[in-house]
């Protein structure tokens, strides 16, 4: 098993930055890839971000390309999300979640940590 922990969600302004940062345990050296994903209220939950844990290599959604950055730290089995330029669209509970492997289904999934931006 997997445990994920999200921190460093808070309220910010717009315009603000904010930092996510999503701890995993357990077996994490199980993990292919790692991601961001948020769900706001009355709405579906929405892809945000991801990263490969060999090769950082990552996919934004078009809603937040250019303003939010995945970044990993394998040492720390840490993966970060820097938001830059927050929106109050952007208001929502912030999830981590981990797969084995390209294909896989996100299985392993954190508690989920608040985003609020105000207006």
């Known amino acids: 098993q997997v445990q994920l922990v999200e921190s460093g969600g808070g309220l910010v302004q717009a315009g603000g930055s904010l930092r996510l940062s999503c701890a995993a345990s357990?077996?994490?050296?199980?993990?292919?890839?790692m991601a961001w994903f948020r769900r706001a209220p009355g709405k579906d939950r929405e892809f945000v971000a991801t990263?490969?844990?060999?090769?950082?290599?990552?996919y934004y959604s078009d809603s937040v390309k250019g303003r939010f950055t995945i970044s990993k730290d394998n040492a720390k089995n840490t993966v970060y999300l820097q938001m830059n330029s927050l929106k109050p669209e952007d208001t929502a509970v912030y999830y981590c979640?981990?797969?084995?492997?390209?294909?896989?289904?996100?299985?392993?999934w954190g508690q989920g940590t608040q985003v609020t931006v105000s207006s």
């Open positions: 979640a981990g797969r084995t492997a390209p294909t896989a289904t996100f299985d392993f």
């Open positions: 990263i490969t844990w060999r090769g950082g290599i990552t």
């Open positions: 357990g077996r994490a050296a199980s993990t292919y890839a």
